[in-house]
């Protein structure tokens, strides 16, 4: 299994900036695509953004509609990192983030196709 450590969550006010950085371990970093969801209180789990496997620097992207133009998903293979890059961001936008990974192949929106996670990043945004 997939060991998967998140960091740069925070509080931060709308408008602002963050770049939340998910390191994982345990397999090739680079055969492995990767997923970001979202909870917010009270609510289900969501997708907000992936990013496939590389061979050389050939990649995919995906987002959900309300991120699009405003979060980047992106990885680096020499670090085994993923991150996603959250700008201009809104109140609506808080939520615990979590990077996944051991993507099972299908819908790489639905987080069942996912097999592990992380532990989560508290991102706040105040008004």
């Known amino acids: 299994q997939v060991q998967l450590v998140e960091s740069g969550g925070g509080l931060v006010q709308a408008g602002g900036s963050l770049r939340l950085s998910c390191t994982a371990s345990g397999r090739t970093f680079s055969s492995m695509s990767m997923g970001w969801f979202r909870q917010a209180p009270g609510k289900e789990r969501e997708f907000v953004a992936a990013?496939?496997?590389?061979?050389?620097?050939?990649?995919?992207?995906d987002y959900t509609d309300s991120v699009k133009g405003r979060f980047t998903v992106s990885r680096d293979n020499a670090r085994n990192t993923a991150y996603l890059q959250m700008n201009s961001l809104k109140p609506e936008d808080t939520a615990v983030y979590f990077c996944?990974?051991?993507?099972?192949?299908?819908?790489?929106?639905?987080?069942?196709?996912?097999?592990?996670w992380g532990q989560g990043t508290q991102v706040t945004v105040s008004s």
């Open positions: 990013i496939s496997w590389s061979r050389g620097r050939t990649y995919y992207t």
């Open positions: 996944a990974a051991d993507f099972a192949g299908g819908n790489i929106r639905s987080e069942a196709n996912f097999g592990s």
